[in-house]
Each structure stands twice: as C-alpha cells, then as structure tokens.
C-alpha cells in the first residue's frame, strides 16, 4: 500500500531546472501558482534569466509575489521576470523568446490550457491545407494565362504574398510545436491536490497531453498533511489521503511524484516562495 512515508530516492524535483521551457498546470486550486512561482524564483537562484508567464485570465501571480504585474516583464528578484498575458493572444511569443535563458509557465485551469498546447498541432495542419490550396490557385492561374494569352491580362510579378505569409506562419507553427515535444527543453508539470476531482482532470489531461507528445516532467501532490499532524480530524482525512495517494501512485506511476506538505501559513512574497522553492528542488520522486 502506497503512504507518504519515506520512500526510496528515484528522481530529484531539481532535474527540472534542465528544461527550458516548463509548464504548471492543473485543476484551479491546487496551489500551481504558488509552486510556479516558487519554482521561477529558484530558477533565478540557479544563475538562470527565468521569466514567469502567468496565462491564467485570474492572474494571481501578483498576488503571490506581492508585485505589479502587467504584460511586459517586470523584475521581482535579481534575475527573475514576471508578466500577465493574455494566453490566446500572446503565449507563443514567449514560447520561441530567446531573451530568457528559461520560461516557467503558470497556466490557465487544465482544459483551456490543453486547448493551448495542442494549438500549434491543430493550426500547422490547417495552415498546411490553405498552403495546399493557394499553390492549387496559382497553378490553375497560370494554365489560364497560358490558354487565355493576353486576354488573361499581365502576369503578377514577383512572389505570391499570401503564399509567403502562410508559409512563414507555418514554420512558426512546426518550430513551437518542436520545442513542445522535445522532452530536453519542455517539461509539463501537473499540480495535484489528493482528493478525487484534481485526481480525474490530471489522468484525463496526462492522457492528452501523450496523445500530443507533450512530455510531461512531473506531478506535485500539494497540501498533503505533515506526518506529525494530529488529531481525530485530521486522522480521518489522513485515511482518505492515503486512498488519493494510491490512485495517484497507481493512475500516474509512469512519472515522477512529488509530495508537497501542507504548511501552516500562507505563501506569499519572494522570501517565503524562495524557501518553498529551495524545499521542491530537493524533494526525491515517491516509488
């Protein structure tokens, strides 16, 4: 039976601070605000320019870091940016940014951050079949002209405009929809709380997220109860823990688990966040 006593020492929650690009996501609530930004700082600490991109339209990433926060950067440690995006608009900008050695993303509540990700996929494919189309128009002008002869009028000079401008689109495309599978440079980082709701959206999102071939690098179980924490309540919620830790274990064994405690206090400012980071990048993934 799976239970949150010490396990064996797999994987260190720090082997993300090797990915360029990683996201923090889940079912709203789960505290992966809290855990992004904790890890951006921490980020920063390693020596590293990291820009936080909140994309969540509730944007409570100010909150967190106690700072002013629009949709330019704005620096709220030595080398640590955040912003406010809208995520419709603007997220694939900062997807291919090089300014930013990296980019810790705090996304929107899971499904419309699944729609997201799956965008550069969905849209290549369709750009592709309107690339497809144009070239077809261009060639039938041109047989046109060929049978028409000067009835057809002067041939257009120079390249198709709107051939270039999808073309250029798509590479766009096809290079962001590159970095979103390469497990060496993005990791996807679920944010779980162990009861049965965050459970269900998480297994259904891992199962999307394969389908796209979006490496997922971890999965944070927060606010589980310290060990040392009594008291018949907190037994009783202990025992249904344990039950929501199990399904985890068993429904998301193929990738690192991380157990976050439950603290006493609120997380808010950089201090406190730098000393949640700090206990994160040393957690070892739970057998």
């Given at each position: 039976m799976f239970?949150?006593?010490?396990?064996?020492?797999?994987?260190s929650?720090?082997?993300?601070?090797?990915?360029?690009?990683?996201?923090?996501?889940?079912?709203?609530g789960?505290?992966?605000?809290?855990?992004?930004?904790?890890?951006?700082l921490?980020?920063?600490d390693?020596?590293?320019?990291?820009?936080?991109?909140?994309?969540?339209?509730?944007h409570?990433?100010?909150?967190?870091?106690?700072?002013?926060?629009?949709?330019?950067?704005?620096?709220?440690?030595?080398?640590?940016?955040a912003?406010?995006?809208?995520?419709?608009q603007?997220?694939?900008?900062?997807?291919?940014?090089?300014t930013?050695?990296?980019?810790?993303f705090?996304?929107?509540?899971?499904?419309?951050?699944?729609?997201?990700?799956?965008?550069?996929?969905?849209?290549?494919?369709?750009?592709?079949?309107?690339?497809s189309?144009?070239?077809?128009?261009?060639?039938?002008s041109?047989?046109?002209?060929?049978?028409?002869g000067?009835?057809?009028?002067?041939e257009?000079?120079?390249?198709?405009?709107?051939?270039?401008?999808?073309?250029?689109?798509?590479k766009r495309?096809h290079?962001?929809?590159?970095?979103?599978t390469?497990?060496?440079?993005?990791?996807?980082?679920?944010?779980?709380?162990?009861?049965?709701?965050?459970?269900?959206?998480?297994?259904k999102?891992?199962?999307?997220?394969?389908?796209?071939?979006?490496?997922?690098?971890a999965?944070?179980?927060n606010?589980?109860?310290?060990?040392?924490?009594e008291?018949?309540?907190?037994?009783?919620?202990?025992e249904?823990?344990?039950?929501?830790?199990?399904r985890?274990?068993?429904?998301l064994?193929?990738?690192?688990?991380?157990?976050?405690?439950?603290?006493?206090?609120?997380?808010?400012?950089?201090?406190?966040?730098?000393?949640?980071?700090?206990?994160?990048?040393q957690?070892?993934?739970?057998?």
């Open positions: 239970t949150i006593a010490e396990q064996p020492l797999v994987e929650a720090s082997q993300l601070l090797h990915r360029r690009l990683v996201f923090f996501g889940g079912k709203g789960t505290g992966k605000t809290t855990l992004a930004a904790a890890f951006a921490q980020s920063a390693d020596g590293k320019r990291t820009l936080l991109v909140s994309t969540d339209t509730a409570s990433t100010s909150d967190i870091l106690e700072a002013e926060l629009g949709p330019e950067p704005s620096l709220v440690s030595a080398t640590c940016w912003l406010e995006i809208d995520p419709e603007e997220t694939a900008r900062y997807i291919v940014s090089g930013f050695d990296r980019i810790v705090d996304t929107a509540p899971t499904g419309q951050t699944l729609r997201l990700l799956s965008l550069p996929e969905l849209m290549s494919a369709w750009i592709g079949g309107l690339i189309s144009r070239k077809k128009v261009n060639s039938l041109r047989m046109w002209r060929k049978v028409a000067a009835a057809a009028g002067d257009p000079s120079g390249a198709d405009p709107v051939l270039e401008a999808l073309e250029d689109r798509q495309f290079h962001t929809r590159q970095l979103l390469d497990s060496g440079e993005t990791a996807f980082v679920f944010v779980v709380t162990p009861e049965r709701l965050p459970i269900a959206e998480t297994e999102a891992v199962t999307t997220l394969v389908k796209y071939r979006i490496p997922v690098g999965v944070f179980v606010r589980v109860l310290p060990p040392d924490a008291s018949d309540f907190l037994d009783r919620r202990r249904r823990e344990t039950v929501s830790l199990e985890i274990q068993q429904g064994e193929a990738h690192p688990i991380y157990i976050v405690r439950l603290r006493d206090g609120d997380v808010v400012g950089v201090d406190s966040l730098m000393q949640l980071g700090a206990e994160m990048l957690l070892r993934s739970e057998e």
